[in-house]
């Protein structure tokens, strides 16, 4: 996929000016066995209701351990700074039992391996109707209802018979559709797909997708989606926020991003891309080098000593995120495209 056919694939949907979800300045430190790892350092985005962020990033960039973050799910070694404030609420400092009330009613997550997931001893029914009564008091038959009504809503084939059975006999994709299920079951205002689609075949990864796509334009749900995919973001994607070594380094609206990519990490990124027009078995561009430990990060731009422009300068001084154009926001010395 080219920069141009990636632009022409973002369809932009207006949304509300006041967002649902705004995070400032997010950190998050691990510290142990004598060690501190700078997992997260200095994220912000917004997003607004009924819309899709993107977050999109190599493997150890942060974007997991960002959404855990806000929904709570880290672990003690954690440490965690800065503000993520939800529908006028703010997240972060809760007590594990307030996040209870919010996990779920509020704000759901769908992870990458619905296998590790689900419960491979429960029936799917009893798994979905267990998260229905956890969001709301109903008795058993109105959560059984509601339970089939989310099976079909996910469109799983032949619900009632899905309904009674485990995990082990459902296809991948289908565990997917139940994980989304349960994650609907109690009507959640923001949901956070972390890889969700990772582990699919394509046409699977398709199918979800264009599922999400449309429960939200029927729920007005507004999404995150984590991935490594650009081909993901620039196809169901609003808004995209691209991390590196930790850092937001490109934040813009898709089509604006696509068409005028500014970071060189995004550049090469895109350019990992397969494309039809390659000659066939040619090798894919590869970014040389690895990304910096995050125990000891470099004193300047930490995407440097990977970057075919990189001075001096960005070995020495990290750059700032700032919005140097109109809703586009980079963090680069030396932007591609950008005249010196």
């Known amino acids: 996929m080219s920069i141009e056919e990636a632009a022409q694939a973002v369809s932009v949907r ?46 150890g960039s942060g974007k997991s351990v960002s959404s855990r973050a806000l929904m709570g799910l880290l672990p003690p070694t954690a440490t965690v700074t800065g503000s993520a404030r939800f529908d006028g609420r703010e997240l972060l400092g809760r007590s594990d039992r307030q996040m209870r009330r919010i996990r779920g009613a509020d704000i759901a997550m769908v992870f990458q ?39 079909r809503l996910v469109r799983l084939p032949a619900p009632a018979r899905r309904f009674h059975e485990y995990p082990h ?54 999404i995150v989606l ?14 995209v926020v691209v991390m590196y070594a930790g850092r937001a380094v490109e934040y813009a609206p898709a089509s604006t991003l696509f068409a005028r990519v500014r ?14 027009e390659r000659p066939p078995h ?11 430990d995050l125990t000891r990060l470099p004193p300047g731009c930490p995407f440097a000593p990977r970057c075919s422009r990189a001075t001096d300068e960005c070995h020495v001084q990290i750059p700032p995120f700032a919005e140097h154009e109109p809703g586009h926001w980079w963090a680069c010395w030396h932007p591609c495209g950008v005249s010196s």
Do not use: W
């Open 14 to 59: 207006s949304g509300p000016a006041e967002p649902l979800l705004e995070v400032e300045d997010l950190r998050v430190r691990f510290t142990g066995r004598g060690r501190r790892v700078h997992a997260v350092n200095g994220l912000s985005y917004r997003l607004c209701a009924g819309r899709t962020l993107a977050v999109i990033g190599e493997s």
């Open 113 to 151: 391996d619905p296998s590790r997931s689900l419960n491979p001893t429960m029936r799917i029914g009893v798994q979905i109707t267990e998260a229905v009564r956890a969001h709301g008091k109903v008795d058993r038959k109105a959560a059984h209802e509601r339970a089939m009504e989310l099976l």
């Open 169 to 222: 006999q459902l296809s991948g994709g289908m565990r997917q559709r139940v994980m989304i299920a349960i994650a609907l079951a109690g009507e959640p205002k923001l949901l956070i797909a972390d890889e969700a689609t990772t582990a699919l075949d394509v046409t699977t990864q398709a199918q979800i997708m264009r599922l999400l796509a449309e429960l939200q334009e029927r729920l007005g749900t507004a």
């Open 226 to 239: 984590i991935s490594h995919d650009l081909g993901l973001a620039a196809s169901y994607a609003d808004d």
């Open 263 to 276: 970071m060189p990490y995004t550049e090469a990124l895109l350019g990992a891309i397969p494309r039809l």
């Open 282 to 292: 040619a090798e894919l561009p590869v970014t040389p080098g690895q990304p910096p």
